[in-house]
């Protein structure tokens, strides 16, 4: 079973500042997205990495997909309060196969 | 555009009583289809997906099915709940290879 693990669980941090959420595996992805779900909705996605390495910039956030495609990251700059959410990790393993696993998640919460 | 809706919203039932949740998508043709149940602030645990009418795969063994008896529409189902079976449950599309995972709004289900 390929486990997802997202690190911090649970992060709070002032207006303004930067932060760093992991995601990490054991096993190499084929591709990996980033969702982001406001509480009781459904989860929306914010980007998908496909080849080792890539970087992809949206707005404030940047993404990074690790080398070796068994990891990613997701950078803040300037958090705001618009930002706070639950970020999801998601990864496919097998081409042509649609079956995403789903990280723990990171609780994001910015303090205004 | 592509739509995706799921209901009821919100539910209450007694345990051994039946359930049956809907999803239908609007605006594309032969869709992936996905049932997650999300326990509170975590990640998504995928219980079913189907790639075509009448073809479901069980992600892990459960008091629960699913049906698939229209090309865009998904039934989340159970003969008898248990307050085990309690949680959010959301109901996603998707189409191609790499492409999002599309989320309906969810239903919170509670176990009485």
């Known amino acids: 079973t390929q486990l997802l693990e997202q690190s911090p669980q649970f992060l709070s941090i002032q207006e303004g500042e930067n932060l760093t959420v992991y995601c990490n595996s054991s096993s190499v992805f084929s591709s990996l997205q980033w969702y982001r779900q406001e509480p009781g909705e459904g989860p929306v996605l914010l980007v998908t990495?496909?080849?080792?390495?890539e970087v992809k910039k949206l707005k404030r956030l940047t993404f990074q997909f690790g080398d070796a495609r068994k990891d990613s990251s997701l950078h803040i700059t300037a958090a705001q309060p618009g930002d706070t959410g639950l970020y999801l990790c998601a990864g496919a393993w097998h081409f042509g196969n649609e079956k995403l696993t789903f990280g723990t998640g990171t609780r994001l919460t910015i303090i205004p | 555009s592509q739509t995706i809706h799921q209901w009821p919203a919100t539910l209450v039932q007694p345990v051994g009583s039946p359930l049956s949740l809907e999803c239908t998508v609007e605006g594309t043709s032969n869709p992936n289809l996905y049932w997650y149940r999300q326990a509170a602030g975590r990640g998504l645990q995928l219980l079913f997906y189907s790639v075509g009418i009448g073809q479901i795969s069980s992600e892990v063994p459960q008091n629960l099915s699913a049906s698939r008896p229209q090309d865009r529409q998904f039934i989340l189902s159970s003969k008898k709940l248990l307050l085990s079976d309690s949680g959010f449950y959301l109901c996603a599309w998707s189409v191609g290879k790499f492409q999002p995972q599309h989320f309906g709004d969810g239903t919170r289900l509670s176990i009485l």
């Open positions: 990495v496909v080849t080792g390495g």
